[in-house]
Antibody, heavy 123, light 107 residues
Framework: EVQLVESGGGLVQPGRSLRLSCAAS????????MHWVRQAPGKGLEWVSG????????GYADSVKGRFTISRDNAKNSLYLQMNSLRAEDTALYYC????????????????WGQGTLVTVSS | EIVLTQSPGTLSLSPGERATLSCRAS???????LAWYQQKPGQAPRLLIY???SRATGIPDRFSGSGSGTDFTLTISRLEPEDFAVYYC????????FGQGTKVEIK
């Protein structure tokens, strides 16, 4: 059974940093691209970032480019999101999601999702 | 950057009725890289349709997708009580993006 478990969320002041983690199990992690998607309270889904299976291809939404960094450790079956210079508008539930096929991050839909970790940016 | 616009914002229907949801892209979606997701309150999204018209594993055949280029449709042939939820379209080509969602509510 595929499982994605996010952690690392919490309350943080504007301008500070936070690192999210996603522990994956139930599939061959290093075969698949992975993504972060966020959802502000009461709002829709926003794609944040994606990374190919070998970290060779990475993409970011314009809203986080230059502030967030996605990475993965295939030996640990883990996905990360380093978030710097956080803003109030980054407040959201952050989902880790698995890409459906084993290629680039921009070729397939997201077939499994975690339950999310909540990030609140406030002073 | 491709922008997806979903309509209507809210669809009020009764169980057993047919639901038709629209997703329009600001430019052509390459290779029909268009997916639909369902999200219920307090839950993560669930993949329903990919490649514009292929059902994901375990999705009932009352859900169907169609369209190409810039205009896509999700149809639920007969609404079941568990289908009342928010639906999002997503293009997963370059710089993936979601539409703003359509809420299907009980009339």
């Amino acid at each position: 059974e595929v499982q994605l478990v996010e952690s690392g969320g919490g309350l943080v002041q504007p301008g500070r940093s936070l690192r999210l983690s996603c522990a994956a199990s139930g599939f061959t992690f290093d075969d698949y691209a992975m993504h972060w998607v966020r959802q502000a309270p009461g709002k829709g889904l926003e794609w944040v970032s994606g990374i190919s299976w070998n970290s060779g291809s990475i993409g970011y939404a314009d809203s986080v480019k230059g502030r967030f960094t996605i990475s993965r450790d295939n030996a640990k079956n883990s996905l990360y999101l380093q978030m710097n210079s956080l803003r109030a508008e980054d407040t959201a539930l952050y989902y880790c999601a698995k890409d459906m096929s084993n290629g680039d991050y921009s070729q397939s839909p997201l077939d499994y999702w975690g339950q999310g970790t909540l990030v609140t940016v406030s002073s | 950057e491709i922008v997806l616009t979903q309509s209507p914002g809210t669809l009020s229907l009764s169980p057993g009725e047919r639901a038709t949801l629209s997703c329009r892209a600001s430019q052509s979606v390459s290779s029909s890289y268009l997916a639909w997701y369902q999200q219920k309150p307090g839950q993560a999204p669930r993949l329903l349709i990919y490649g514009a018209s292929s059902r994901a594993t375990g999705i009932p055949d009352r859900f169907s997708g169609s369209g190409s280029g810039t205009d896509f449709t999700l149809t639920i042939s007969r609404l079941e009580p568990e289908d009342f939820a928010v639906y999002y379209c997503q293009q997963y080509g370059s710089s993936p993006a979601f539409g703003q969602g359509t809420k299907v509510e009980i009339k």
